[in-house]
């Protein structure tokens, strides 16, 4: 079940800032992902966990997920990963500010709330001016990851990217796997119980040019 929280609510216009990235991960220069929509975190547990080459970031906009996956946190001794309550287009606007311009490597949306009547089109995470904020963030050759086993918030959300001239199509080769955010395709939770029905999942890499 999906739990809608309007994002748009002025509710989130304060914010709790992402602290400096050396206040947050022991090691601050390893290569950052921001998971957006990560929910109570599962996910990325599994992936700080296996990865510790690699830093994760989750941001989610429901408050008690984000507290339930922090008090996870402080019970496990995983020193690279790391959780943010709120808007993400307000939160990283104020995280371009925070982080060096070369150290987020990627970005992934894994099936974001698909509000399906096309008055609520404008509350989907993915709109022009995220996705420009995101390409400030990111370095050139960095990755955004999106899926979702909604065809039609799949295409809505290409479009939006391919629109923003600041993304290619990629397909990603093998001996670059081994460097990616996600090198053993951990899958989400909702990803394994969509495969399990046997229903499509629509994904799609985007390269920072």
Known sequence: MRQHVNPLSKYFYDIEPIPPIKEIFSQDKRPIHLDIGCGSGAFLFDLANQNKNWNYIGLEIREKLVDKA???????????????????????????NNCPGDMVSSVSFNF?????????????????????????????????????????????????????????????????????????????????????KKLKVFEKLYKRI
């Open 70 to 96: 922090k008090l996870k946190l402080e019970n496990e001794s995983i020193d690279n990963l790391f959780f943010a309550f709120g808007n993400a287009s307000y939160l990283i606007d104020d995280f371009i």
């Open 112 to 196: 974001p709330d698909p509000w399906f009547k096309k008055k609520h089109h404008k509350r989907r995470i993915i709109q022009p001016e995220l996705i420009y904020k995101i390409s400030q963030l990111m370095k050139f050759g960095g990755l955004i990851s999106i899926k979702s086993d909604v065809e039609e918030l799949f295409k809505y959300m290409d479009m939006i990217i391919m629109n923003s001239k600041s993304f290619i199509n990629y397909n990603c080769p093998y001996f670059e796997i081994i460097e990616y955010y996600n090198p053993t395709n951990l899958q989400t939770n909702r990803e394994n119980y969509v495969r399990s």
